[in-house]
């Protein structure tokens, strides 16, 4: 009797997965078998398996994972002293709020700030010294990306911690643990949900990031997600677009299943 | 439960309240008429006061849509659902569309204003005796530089210059795969419609050389970072090399002399059309003189508008470095349409470039 | 629980710091009497005056707030219906498939949702324009809610719902009674990501509108060959000094109605 309360609430949900999810994946699935006179075709997933797209996979791959690590490096102490400030609602809706400004307008202010002349620069000079070229390299890539994923990353990690039952805390403590034991021991399994969300939206998005590949990064990263781009918009070649798209939603897939929990079943 | 339904009211509330506000704005704004048109353009690139000029001459009210890239732009167009009446594709664009059959000709004799336009550029290749497009905007491919930046001896008399040791991790590229390849066809003395792989193997081989000397292949951002003295080359459209000289008097822009691409933004009517008279109104306006002229003066590119020119500042018309000279017109070549298969093979030489920055 | 410490008092100074360093720099060159984002030449208020005189970009950015918000609130609604229903199911294969068939929409990159949305859009025949880009947004933010309210559900004690049987309570009690409240910072959470995706959409936007209507994403990134006027950071100024008035006025007003409630239920 108590499923009936749920599987009721999936029937929106279903909705809209067989709209907006299957029937684009069928389309995406049906155009990668398209050759650009609309034959049907498998080159495009051969063409998929040249050393370029393959070198590409795990640059998107690579940079997805270092995204990821940073993003969580950062956030989860910010997450963790968040829920300790007095007004922690407060501090966290101040940590979304900046994600609501436009992105080219931010990035356009990322350019300026890391620029030789900007403002960044001119703090390195006060330390006495050269200004550094900032802009087009793997920092300002990486940094710029950690940027637009953080929120996504603190919100559930700040969730998580916020209704930890400190009385754990005090237990562990009392039991003459360590504040690092207790923190490995007792918070960081508690809030395992949590990072994992974090993860999960920090990592897929970042594997098909485009648009400040070439604005922050001046091309010199090229993802999956910039590559599906150039064949839609510029080769006009949604065939070969399309089998991308397939790919990277298979590997989204495999990660999901690799770090899927397996038992927790049947709540609610 | 509590909050979340509080939430909730005070959600549709505001948007009940914006709604509103957003309703009485627009029935403001048309004030009863009913002849409308819907101009699809670049964003910023046309003076929005010659849009009012417009609407109070005509009576025919303006929505201005705006998309950022020529392929969105026809995607759109070719699924139709929206009604647009003017249109803004770059010539090569005019091709495909003409070729999938997205334009409807235009009656010349509603466009009286077309003889303004110089005799130079009309009937071009991608459009013989105008049947479908008149030009609104027209430019050059070539090198925005500072002189103050780099040694004197580069000129970018010749696109060999981008090469020189001295360049090292300083060029910017745009990010084009017709631009790029174009100018490495160029390089070679060679055409930049090329349809030969031997060719285009040559001219990518020869680009892998100038990887060294790359800094990073952007888009319209380049414009911030020449203003700034952070880049000082760049290979660009001269529409944006025109933006930046404007911010920045360091700056100078040259077409090497081997060649380089001479391109056109056209006003066209698509298919989606649903007010074709209007749309004619609207193109022969912006075909008139002092509209023009003024238009020219506010988006800051070349107009192919030869009684406009009159009225312009004739230190700007006289500027060979935007309105270059016969001679130099001479070695210019339009894109011709490449075809789908060509395009891909031309990005696809274009990533192995990109990809062998690093 | 312990105060913080000076060091984590600095690090999230840092972290704020860099959180609002862009707008900052964009705030700034909103008063520019030049025209572009460097080069400040003097103070003026002329970009924000052009912003009130344009009766075409505040219509805009209406319709902005407007398709966020609602589109925010239903795909809430429909992400968290959806994330209560995926938590119930007890075969964890279908379970794992359901999360990634919810997460293809994320992987996804833009353009190519945006064009199978348009092609789905113009086959079932919904007309362009409010209604297409609404529902999108809804589609492509529904994934996002159901991954905030998840976590919660997943940690929340099944004893809690027993009890709540075992005391008589009927299915719509225990969804309203125990199981909301208990998920409410997720539900909010996915909220307010859901306006982030929404309010940050160009490429999707872009492919479903039509007629006439336009989001300030459109715009602002349709003006990047010719130039972004910095009546567009005039407009974001005013967007982020409102909303955090907004935010902080809102807050102190419900907080003072909770302590009312449960005094000294903070530090």
Not at chain 1, 72 to 97: D, E, G, N
Not at chain 2, 215 to 232: C, F, H, Q, V, Y
């Amino acid at each position: 009797m108590r499923n009936k309360v749920s599987t009721g609430s999936l029937f929106p949900y279903f909705i809209w997965i067989v709209l907006f999810v299957i029937a684009p994946i069928a389309l995406i699935v049906y155009y990668s078998m398209l050759d650009l006179d609309g034959n049907f075709t498998l080159d495009n997933y051969k063409a998929f398996f040249t050393p370029v797209y393959l070198k590409m996979t795990l640059t998107s791959f690579w940079y997805a994972f270092l995204i990821t690590f940073f993003t969580l490096l950062i956030s989860y102490p910010t997450a963790f002293f968040l829920t300790k400030t007095k007004h922690k609602h407060l501090w966290l809706m101040l940590i979304i709020i900046p994600s609501w400004i436009n992105l080219l307008l931010k990035t356009y202010a990322f350019i300026g700030i890391f620029g030789l002349y900007g403002p960044l620069n001119a703090v390195v000079k006060v330390f006495g010294f050269e200004p550094q070229q900032i802009l087009f390299t793997d920092f300002s890539f990486i940094f710029v990306s950690v940027y637009i994923f953080i929120p996504f990353m603190i919100i559930p990690i700040f969730n998580a911690l916020d209704k930890l039952n400190p009385t754990l805390i005090y237990a562990a403590r009392d039991l003459g643990a360590s504040s690092f034991t207790t923190f490995r021991r007792v918070v960081f399994p508690l809030t395992i949900a949590g990072v994992k969300s974090g993860i999960q939206t920090t990592f897929i998005p970042a594997l098909s990031l485009f648009m400040i590949t070439r604005l922050i990064a001046g091309n010199q990263v090229i993802t999956l997600g910039t590559a599906i781009e150039q064949q839609f918009l510029v080769s006009q070649n949604w065939g070969m677009g399309s089998t991308i798209a397939v790919f990277l939603i298979i590997i989204m897939f495999i990660s999901m299943l690799l770090t899927s929990q397996k038992s927790k079943g049947g709540r609610v | 439960m509590k909050p979340l339904i509080q939430a909730t009211i005070a959600i549709l509330v505001i948007c009940g309240i914006l709604f509103f506000t957003a309703d009485r704005l627009e029935s403001a704004g048309s004030k009863g008429s009913t002849d409308t048109i819907t101009v699809y353009n670049w964003g910023e690139y046309i003076d929005p006061d010659l849009i009012k000029q417009f609407t109070e001459e005509t009576g025919i009210k303006v929505v201005y849509e705006t998309f950022d890239s020529n392929e969105a732009m026809m995607t759109k167009i070719q699924q139709g659902g929206s009604a647009y009446d003017i249109a803004v594709p770059s010539e090569y664009m005019v091709e495909m569309m003409k070729e999938k059959d997205l334009l409807i000709p235009l009656d010349h004799s509603k466009l009286p204003n077309l003889q303004n336009i110089d005799p130079y550029y009309l009937d071009l290749p991608f459009d013989p005796s105008n049947k479908y497009t008149v030009p609104y905007f027209w430019g050059t491919v070539g090198v925005v530089f500072n002189p103050n930046l780099i040694d004197d001896h580069l000129t970018f008399d010749s696109w060999d210059d981008l090469w020189d040791p001295a360049l090292s991790g300083k060029v910017f590229l745009v990010d084009g795969s017709r631009e790029v390849m174009g100018m490495g066809l160029n390089s070679l003395g060679e055409s930049l419609n090329s349809k030969d792989d031997a060719l285009l193997r040559k001219a990518t081989d020869k680009l892998i050389h100038l990887s060294p000397n790359i800094k990073a292949i952007i888009g319209d951002e380049i414009t911030p970072l020449m203003i700034n003295n952070e880049a000082s080359v760049a290979l660009t459209w001269s529409g944006q090399a025109a933006d930046m000289m404007w911010e920045n008097e360091e700056l100078d822009y040259a077409i090497p002399k081997e060649g380089s691409n001479l391109w056109f933004d056209n006003l066209v009517i698509p298919k989606t059309a649903a007010n074709v008279d209007g749309a004619h109104a609207f193109i022969n306006f912006m075909l008139d003189a002092e509209v023009a002229a003024q238009n020219a003066d506010y988006v800051g590119y070349a107009t192919p508008n030869a009684a406009a020119m009159q009225l312009m500042d004739p230190e700007v018309v006289a500027d060979e470095r935007f309105y270059p000279n016969e001679e130099l017109k001479n070695k210019l070549e339009v894109y011709e349409n490449l075809g789908l298969e060509w395009l891909g093979k031309y990005n696809e030489y274009f990533l192995e470039f990109k990809m062998s920055i690093r | 629980m312990r105060k913080l410490t000076n060091t984590s008092k600095l690090y999230l100074t840092i972290v704020f710091v860099i959180l609002y360093a862009p707008i900052f720099y964009l705030i700034f060159y909103s008063f520019n009497s030049g025209g572009t984002m460097h080069n400040f030449e003097s103070f003026t208020l002329e970009h924000y005056r052009a912003v009130f005189e344009d009766s075409r970009l505040i219509i805009i950015l209406i319709n902005t707030v407007i398709v966020a918000l609602l589109s925010g609130l239903i795909a809430t609604i429909l992400g968290t219906l959806g994330a209560i229903g995926i938590v119930s199911i007890k075969d964890s294969k279908m379970r794992n498939t359901l999360l990634s068939l919810n997460n293809i929409l994320i992987v996804s990159p833009d353009v190519v949702i945006g064009a199978s949305f348009l092609i789905l859009f113009t086959m079932i025949g919904v007309k362009l324009g409010f209604a297409s880009v609404l529902l999108s947004h809804i589609a492509f933010s529904v994934p996002i809610v159901v991954l905030m309210v998840l976590p919660k559900l997943l940690e929340m004690n099944t004893s809690l719902i027993d009890a709540a049987h075992d005391l008589g309570a009927t299915r719509r009690d225990v969804l309203t009674r125990v199981i909301l409240p208990y998920i409410q910072p997720g539900i909010f959470a996915g909220f307010f990501l859901a306006l982030t995706y929404s309010l940050d959409d160009f490429a999707v936007t872009f492919f479903v509108t039509g007629n006439g209507f336009s989001t300030l994403s459109v715009e602002i990134y349709s003006m990047a060959r010719a130039g972004i006027s910095l009546t567009v950071n005039a407009i974001s100024g005013i967007i982020f000094v409102v909303t955090v008035l907004i935010v902080i006025g809102y807050y102190f007003v419900t907080n003072r109605t909770k302590h009312a409630h449960e005094t000294g239920a903070h530090e």
